[in-house]
């Protein structure tokens, strides 16, 4: 029996604040509603917390499907309403791969190698530089 | 070589947990029969897509495992099947963009890129079966132009 079958599906997903950023980390698999409430809890806690910035940690994600891409570029247009920039960490080379041939680039999502990269983005660009998803020059 | 054992098997698509034994059975028997770590990923994402789809729009459904064989080749069969509404034009159902439901309309479209072979035969009001093969170490499927 593989040890995929013993890996618990993930049904809560957990939302840290670090200063002003809020981190995630998806891993493993991931209910549908699991990803929808982590949307909204992210929303929320932007909301409460006044937090700047968002980081989705990807690396433990062995797929990213049309469902959870969509989701992904939800949170990053919610929070830049909500005034906080998200950038996604850590996709995998064969995700990448995936997604592209899947049909889904995700153009308005920023992405960096891993958390730490993320982390030195949102302080280097800094909150109301400008660039979100929907700065002016954005297709 | 590869045997059938932890390939073959029937699973429930009722909930968006069936899903993720759907993906689970899938990395699995992927990874049994040989497949790349790119390959997996690819049959995975596929097999969510096309999983998802029975769900949502056929109201649930089952999908079946095989191994199968060509000449020498191995594959893996995935067949998604659904009693639900059925769909009218097919044409446009695997069009990128087109979605009746609510979604990126990347499903159908989407998954068929992922794998090396991809039947759909539905009948409107009686169900849809959508059936991919992909086999291990095949050639580059050649690629559209963008």
Redesign the interface.
């Known amino acids: 029996?593989?040890e995929?079958?013993d890996?618990p599906?993930s049904a809560h997903v957990p939302v840290l604040r670090l200063g002003d950023v809020l981190l995630v980390t998806l891993q493993g698999?991931l209910?549908?509603?699991a990803a929808q409430q982590l949307q909204e809890d992210i929303g929320a806690t932007i909301a409460t917390s006044g937090v700047t910035g968002v980081v989705i940690d990807i690396s433990g994600m062995?797929?990213?499907?049309?469902?959870l891409?969509?989701v992904l570029a939800e949170i990053a247009a919610q929070s830049s309403l909500l005034a906080a920039r998200t950038v996604v960490a850590g996709m995998?080379?064969?995700?990448a791969?995936?997604l592209v041939?899947?049909?889904?680039t995700l153009p308005g999502l920023r992405t960096a190698l891993n958390t730490e990269a993320a982390m030195d983005l949102l302080a280097r660009t800094g909150p109301g530089s400008g660039d979100g998803p929907f700065a002016a020059g954005h297709p | 070589m590869p045997t059938s054992a932890g390939v073959e098997a029937c699973l429930p698509i009722r909930s968006d947990m069936d899903l993720v034994w759907v993906r689970q059975h899938v990395r699995q028997a992927a990874s049994l029969l040989g497949f790349g770590l790119v390959e997996q990923t690819k049959l995975v994402t596929a097999a969510s897509e096309l999983a998802r789809n029975t769900l949502v729009h056929g109201g649930g459904g089952r999908m079946d495992s095989a191994r199968v064989t060509r000449n020498r080749a191995v594959g893996l069969q995935l067949a998604f099947c659904d009693e639900g509404p059925g769909i009218a034009d097919l044409e446009q159902a695997l069009s990128d963009g087109y979605t009746s439901g609510g979604g990126l309309g990347m499903g159908l479209g989407g998954a068929r890129r992922l794998v090396h072979e991809f039947s759909l035969e539905s009948t409107v009001g009686v169900g849809t079966t959508v059936t991919v093969v992909s086999w291990v170490s095949a050639p580059p499927r050649p690629r559209e132009e963008f």
């Open positions: 029996m593989s995929h079958f890996r599906a698999d209910y549908d509603s062995e797929i990213v499907d049309s469902f891409g969509r995998r080379p064969a995700v791969i995936t041939e899947l049909g889904l």
